[in-house]
């Protein structure tokens, strides 16, 4: 029903949070359980952007190859990023925004650095992808298995 979603611990030091974020797994079953019954419904409720990261994530972590490390990275000056994959030689981050036209904070940036990212993602419901800033990428839903391709 829920899925809890650990910290990525990187030793970068600064100070981290360090508690889980947890998520309804299944969006259908939330927006009813709410009576969101249509997209307008959803748009204007307070768990819009919390239900679409939901989702996406479940959708990413369904794709993910065995053996990869999954959290998100957030410190206490605010950088955050809300999904760190580490496959190993390559860790990829994906932000997530329930917006057509998706701007990463500054935060987001941050966390890159932080990170030493390879690829980076922001998934949003936007009709098609394209190129935000070298080496960042925004993404519909039907394309998040290019997080996993290699670059």
Request: proline share 7%.
């Amino acid at each position: 029903m829920v899925r809890r979603l650990e910290p990525h611990l990187a030793n970068v030091g600064k100070r981290l949070v360090k508690s889980p974020k947890v998520y309804v797994r299944d969006s259908g079953l939330l927006h009813a359980l709410l009576g969101l019954a249509t997209v307008q419904d959803l748009q204007g409720h307070p768990v819009a952007g919390a239900s679409w990261e939901g989702f996406v994530i479940e959708q990413l972590l369904a794709l993910a190859p065995e053996g990869a490390h999954c959290g998100f990275y957030r410190t206490a000056a605010g950088a955050e990023l809300d999904l760190v994959i580490d496959m190993g030689r390559r860790k990829v981050a994906v932000e997530i925004k329930f917006s057509a036209a998706p701007k990463p904070t500054k935060g987001f940036w941050t966390a890159l650095q932080d990170l030493h990212i390879d690829r980076a993602y922001v998934a949003a419901p936007v009709a098609m992808r394209y190129p935000l800033a070298p080496g960042v990428e925004v993404l519909p839903v039907q394309s998040l298995a290019a997080v996993f391709a290699a670059s």
